[in-house]
Nanobody, 123 residues
Framework: QVQLVESGGGSVQTGGSLRLSCVAS????????MGWFRQAPGNERESVAA????????YYAASVKGRFTISRENAKNMVHLQMNSLKPEDTAVYYC????????????????WGQGTQVTVSS
């Protein structure tokens, strides 16, 4: 089992920035990639971004490409999500997660995930 713990998040105004971080523990040798999905109330899960562990391939949803940047720190088993130019539609609970497939285009393409962190963007 891999345990995932997110940090960061919070409330910002439109155009602001936030940085999310996630640290993995447990059977981290099984990690081949890490990423983020989000879920707003009443909505389905939406894949946001992911990064592979070995070759640093990245995936971004079209809705966040050019605004969000995912990065990894293999030695610390950490992944970060820098979110810039935030919009109200980015408001959701963001979950750090391990993809079940690559690239994880769907929100359901992730297996284990953390407890989530709230991101709220006000207009």
């Amino acid at each position: 089992q891999v345990q995932l713990v997110e940090s960061g998040g919070g409330s910002v105004q439109t155009g602001g920035s936030l940085r999310l971080s996630c640290v993995a523990s447990g059977r981290t040798y099984r990690i081949y990639a890490m990423g983020w999905f989000r879920q707003a109330p009443g909505n389905e899960r939406e894949s946001v971004a992911a990064v592979s562990w070995s070759v640093n391939n990245t995936y971004y949803a079209a809705s966040v490409k050019g605004r969000f940047t995912i990065s990894r720190e293999n030695a610390k088993n950490m992944v970060h999500l820098q979110m810039n130019s935030l919009k109200p539609e980015d408001t959701a609970v963001y979950y750090c997660a391990i993809p079940d497939r690559w690239p994880p285009r769907e929100g359901t393409d992730f297996g284990s995930w953390g407890q989530g962190t709230q991101v709220t963007v006000s207009s």
